[in-house]
């Protein structure tokens, strides 16, 4: 045959690195990307809340002052400092006792936010490192179709419906990645262990109970609101109670995200040593 498509030509090996560092790349740069809104976010939710707080005080000292139902009020010389259009509104009592109440409200939400944006960056990196295992996968088995050799059939009636080998080749790639991807993270860790020879976890310096922890909170946010199960305490931390709410603290966030970019990394970095051992280059290895 001119072409062995089961063959790791040096072309296909050539694009195959590249393509796996653009996924390697992809996913660093997202990272970095949740790392700056994430200290952007925190400021902000500090800032905002301080500056409701002002205002609060501002506010209440009309309402404190017990002044007469009704009465309109101009806003004292305590609220100088604010805006000049702002300086101008008037208020009745009743109608500023109504805002404070809104204001207050607000205010209070400021101590649940932080808990909230640590929950959606730890599911969102969760994600970020889903979705490279599984862009990695089908890159491999797309540039080395020898991999998706196996004891699975396909029939006659399902192979021709195929325009081309590539076709072909890229829906029984989608069909493995699947395969993969929907076991959990013990087992696709196993995957590479036993299929590519990598131990992505030493390379990352990350044990493998450290990923599966980081995996099940983010399941345990999605699936359960957050509630600590049994297994879970037993298994990850048993300094949290089963049946209460998991609070996560800002470095252990910090630190769950770490762990996912370094394994992420090593599996990009172990599969370029494994079918391109001579290559070298920059970027090829995560925080």
């Given at each position: 045959m001119a072409d062995d498509w089961k063959a790791l030509t040096p072309p296909r090996r050539r694009s195959l690195v590249d393509a796996l560092k653009a996924k390697q790349d992809s996913f660093n740069q997202a990272n970095w990307a949740l790392d700056l809104f994430l200290n952007f976010a925190f400021d902000a939710i500090k800032k905002q809340q301080e500056l409701t707080g002002e205002i609060l005080v501002r506010l209440e000292g009309p309402i404190n002052a017990q002044i007469s139902s009704g009465q309109p009020l101009k806003l004292d010389a305590s609220m100088a400092e604010l805006p000049a259009k702002t300086k101008q509104m008037e208020l009745t009592t009743d109608e500023l006792a109504a805002l404070v109440k809104v204001m207050r409200r607000s205010h209070g939400t400021f101590d649940l936010q932080p808990q909230i944006l640590r929950e959606m960056v730890l599911i969102y990196s969760c994600a970020l490192f889903d979705g490279l295992i599984a862009d990695t996968l089908q890159t491999v088995f797309v540039h080395v179709p020898a991999q998706l050799q196996s004891g699975r059939k396909l029939t006659y009636e399902e192979a021709l419906a195929f325009d081309s080998r590539q076709d072909l080749v890229a829906e029984l790639a989608h069909r493995e990645t699947i395969e993969v991807t929907r076991q959990n993270i013990e087992k696709q860790m196993a995957y590479f262990s036993t299929t590519h020879h990598l131990d992505v976890l030493e390379s990352a310096g990350v044990t493998?109970?450290?990923?599966?922890?980081?995996?099940?909170?983010?399941?345990?946010?999605?699936?359960?609101?957050?509630?600590?199960?049994?297994?879970?305490?037993?298994?990850?931390?048993?300094?949290?109670t089963p049946g209460k709410r998991i609070v996560l603290e800002d470095e252990e966030m910090r630190e769950s995200i770490r762990h996912l970019a370094r394994v992420g990394n090593e599996v990009i970095n172990g599969l370029v040593r494994k079918f391109a051992p001579n290559t070298e280059g920059p970027g090829m290895r995560g925080n």
């Open positions: 493998l109970d450290d990923i599966v922890k980081v995996t099940e909170q983010r399941n345990l946010f999605v699936h359960n609101n957050g509630i600590a199960s049994t297994s879970y305490v037993q298994k990850h931390d048993n300094t949290r």
